[in-house]
DNA sequence: ACCTGAACACCGTTCAAGT
DNA sequence: ACCTGAACACCGTTCAAGT
């Protein structure tokens, strides 16, 4: 008889990093950074744990990192055209759009030591205030109020904070936009 | 002969909730979240782990919410003969001060769904505009904008974001209070 | 090279039991 | 009321082994 492959290892494609934080990524947004266990991301691959050792040797640590790089590294895309007051208005709805998707990767973004991530996206601010015109430091400083500001406030919006007294609710858009300005029209 | 109390027993100030956060925010504070763990917390309070249920009914849940608002909740005090632009800047350094020394609970801060810290400390912000004769909506907006913009600045710091290329160092100190006047000066 | 299986040292939490 | 001890179901990770 002719050798059949195992049917398991059939037109399985292969693990890679890539597709291991795909999966993770998409058990946290699914059930919550607590559920998101080797064993659980193993079988969500249809694979034992320890095979994502092979392609992750620092184990978890590593993960949680690729998972923070994967979310929180989106540089604004510099439009000639644009005002870079406008620019940096539409960078900001995305990101906040960003971190609202996957708001349970925010505690690692927010204390993972992983530089490269947010250091590409501030320096990515910074550059489109410079091209503006903005000074150099000028346009560090704001460049880093608008990214804390940015995570602050999903931070806020994702855990509700914000009820003015106890009953009237908060329009987070609106919020988000009011807060922007407050910090853009202060920059020269 | 005598009935002795066990030497284990004696003269050992009873475990309370108030201990127990303390010394949870030992460890965290020494040793970092990740080693925060129910037998370790009971070993510090030379306790079973297990006797910390009967005062965290919730187990560790509990524990962390109780880290959060003891780090998180701390409101601006209004001083009536100052500036509100001052009580505000002073109310800020000392938050971030706080948020510092006890960088290990920010994860915590930023996702725990624990509205009562946040939102009382967000009120505080509100009431000293307010009564500084800021208008209502835009006295909300700056309070939301300006917790926010600690945090999220407090998270950066942390990590240590912001080689300016590659060498130049930051100064955080500076950093925040330019991007504090930033958000300050665009309220009126 | 890539994955598995068994094993180890640890978790959080329950539950019955002690005082 | 307050704490203990044993137990359970789960962790992350190692290591030798399979293909």
């Known amino acids: 008889m002719v050798r059949q492959p195992s049917i398991n ?3 399985r494609a292969p693990l890679s990093t890539e597709r291991i934080i795909e999966a993770a ?3 946290v947004d699914g059930q919550g950074l607590g559920r998101l266990t080797m064993r659980r991301l193993g079988d969500s691959l249809e694979v034992e744990a320890m095979a994502i050792y092979h392609h992750l ?3 978890k640590e590593q993960l949680l990192d690729g998972l923070v790089a994967h979310v929180a590294s989106a540089p604004a895309d510099d439009a000639p055209s644009r005002r870079w007051q406008d620019v940096l208005r539409g960078w900001a709805a995305d990101y906040r759009g960003r971190l609202m998707a996957h708001a349970g990767v925010l505690p690692l973004v927010v204390t993972r030591r992983n530089p490269a991530a947010l250091t590409a996206t501030v320096a990515s601010l ?9 000074a150099e430091d000028a346009a560090a400083v704001a460049a880093h109020a608008l990214l804390s500001y940015v995570i602050g406030h999903t931070a806020l919006e994702v855990r509700g904070t914000g009820e003015d007294g106890a009953d009237r609710a908060v329009d987070w858009d609106a919020r988000f936009q009011a807060g922007l300005d407050l910090l853009l029209t202060g920059v020269r």
Chains 1, 2 share one sequence.
């Open 9 to 11: 290892a059939q037109h």
């Open 25 to 27: 990524l998409r058990i």
């Open 126 to 134: 910074r550059e489109v205030m410079r091209r503006g015109g903005v």
């Open 57 to 59: 040797p620092r184990g």
